[in-house]
């Protein structure tokens, strides 16, 4: 049977990955119990499924207050999330995979 499993880039977690070691979480710890420990920040183009980003978004909500989301985006990280979106315009614009985008991440298709 095959199944659709819905994915994004890891660059969206880096924002909240690093305000969280800045706060002295344990980072890998919550990686691996949402099910993604093998990601690396050095890879930002690496796909990971959405329910794991939801599954670390809320351990950090439950270690800082819902408000972690608004507290961990800088001036910086904007500029991150920025250059995945214009790499995403820029696709779009083309109509074909973006040069800039090592791996295509829109949905991977998975068979049990």
């Known amino acids: 049977m095959r199944k659709t499993i819905p994915v994004i880039r890891v660059a969206a977690l880096f924002p909240l990955l690093k305000f969280l070691i800045m706060r002295r979480?344990?980072?890998?710890?919550?990686l691996k119990d949402a099910g993604?420990?093998?990601v690396w920040i050095e890879d930002p183009?690496?796909?990971?499924?959405?329910?794991?980003?939801?599954?670390?978004?809320?351990?950090?909500a439950h270690l800082e207050g819902p408000?972690?989301?608004?507290?961990?985006v800088t001036e910086n990280s904007l500029r991150e999330i920025a250059a995945l979106g214009r790499l995403?315009?820029?696709r779009a614009a083309?109509?074909?995979?973006c040069?800039?985008?090592?791996?295509?991440?829109?949905f991977t298709v998975r068979t049990s």
Do not use: M, N
């Open 45 to 60: 183009f690496s796909p990971i499924p959405i329910k794991a980003l939801e599954k670390v978004v809320t351990r950090a």
């Open 36 to 38: 993604i420990g093998y």
């Open 88 to 90: 995403r315009l820029a």
């Open 67 to 72: 408000d972690v989301g608004c507290r961990a």
């Open 94 to 97: 083309r109509a074909r995979p």
């Open 99 to 106: 040069s800039g985008c090592p791996r295509r991440c829109r």
């Open 25 to 30: 979480h344990p980072v890998e710890r919550i």
